[in-house]
């Protein structure tokens, strides 16, 4: 591995109690480049611009994925990733998907465990807080042709991730607008999932809703994902969430949630979540809970479903009631090193091992 350390840090300027996600990067990031059929040596260097023309396929073609993960210090600064070898796998089944060459686990890895160590002073230590890295893939050749891109980047940039409490959001039930379609890339983390995403999401807002749930584009009759997350509906003391599929990610955190559920003995059915299921429980009483998993906000409850003109209240429940409070909270307590790892899916991040 290159290391060029910056000669400038910013870390000092970083005031951890006065953030905003997303917009500020610590001052390292990965970058690696492909071309002549191979990925070349991973760098980790000084985080800024790198140039590119308008001409970058990339951003034409929109040969693109990413991951979101995330780095969490424990109360005696040790500092650990979370199941990142699930985020490995996905980025090159992603990669497959679009046509990107896939990377070595030991560039994904290394490249991970390098930044976090060089730059574990950004990331916050407190209830809630975490480092969020993107890992992403792009191609970089200069060519308007539209065929597969011969350059491509890997890089690594981090932001740091403050509290993931959300206040609870109100959804649409999506009859129109759809995220994936069967035989697409809606089980790839793409960009342009994201940006399809964008205007109906804008048009839910206008409406007076959060965020969308996305259901299937044949008959928006299930549903698949809700806003950037993989969701989850409780009907009585059982919960349901939709199987895996072409259209639908396989979320790290959405894993983490069955394996919790099943530990915990709760009655839990993966399949279809038909949405007049779903509607008819809201109207019966049954309906208890909804809410989306993600790695960025961990768990986002609901408290309303727009469906065809409605607005349909879900229950209040206290935290005590609530499953996905429960199930967040026993994740929480692993990610964060405060309770036993009976699943091995913390993985340690040694200190000083890349410093030069
Ligand atoms: C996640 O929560 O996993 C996401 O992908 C959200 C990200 C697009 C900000």
């Not at 597969?148 to 403050?162: D, G, L, N």
């Not at 009907?235 to 639908?248: M, Q």
């Not at 964060?336 to 790892?341: F, I, P, R, S, V």
Request: glycine share 8%; aromatic share 12%; charged share 25%.
């Amino acid at each position: 591995m290159i290391i060029q350390k910056s000669t400038n840090p910013r870390i000092s300027n970083f005031d951890p109690n006065n953030f905003s996600f997303g917009n500020v990067f610590i001052d390292h990031m990965i970058i690696c480049e492909y071309e002549n059929g191979k990925w070349g040596e991973v760098q980790l260097v000084p985080y800024g611009p790198i140039g590119f023309t308008p001409a970058m396929m990339g951003v034409n073609y929109g040969q693109a994925c990413f991951e979101g993960m995330k780095a969490y210090k424990d109360k005696d600064g040790q500092v650990f990733l979370f199941r990142p070898e699930k985020n490995f796998e996905r980025i090159n089944k992603s990669a497959k998907r679009l046509a990107i060459p896939e990377i070595s686990e030991e560039i994904f890895l290394e490249g991970l465990k390098a930044l976090v160590d060089i730059d574990r002073d950004w990331i916050p230590y407190g209830e809630g807080t975490s480092l969020y890295l993107r890992p992403l893939l792009f191609a970089t050749e200069e060519a308007l042709k539209a065929r597969i891109s011969e350059k491509y980047m890997f890089a690594i940039v981090a932001t740091p991730a403050k509290s993931y409490y959300t206040a609870p959001v109100s959804v649409k039930i999506s009859d129109h607008y759809s995220r994936a379609a069967s035989g697409g890339v809606g089980a790839a983390k793409a960009a342009g999932n994201y940006a399809a995403s964008f205007y109906p999401t804008q048009l839910a807002i206008e409406e007076g809703y959060d965020q969308i749930i996305w259901t299937d584009d044949c008959s928006h009759e299930y549903f698949e994902e809700s806003g950037t997350m993989n969701v989850f509906v409780r009907i009585n003391d059982t919960i349901y969430t939709p199987s895996t599929s072409d259209k639908i990610l396989d979320g790290v955190t959405r894993d983490s949630f069955i394996k919790l559920a099943e530990k915990r003995g709760i009655n839990l059915v993966i399949g279809d979540v038909k949405v007049s299921d779903v509607i008819e429980a809201q109207k019966n009483g049954t309906l208890k809970e909804v809410w989306g998993v993600g790695t960025a906000v961990v768990t986002s409850i609901f408290e309303a479903l727009g469906y065809q003109g409605e607005r349909l209240e879900l229950p209040k429940l206290s935290d005590e009631e609530s499953f996905a409070v429960q199930l967040k909270n026993d994740l929480v307590n692993i990610q964060t090193n405060q309770a036993e790892d009976p699943f091995g899916w913390r993985v340690l991040v040694e200190e000083n091992v890349y410093s030069i």
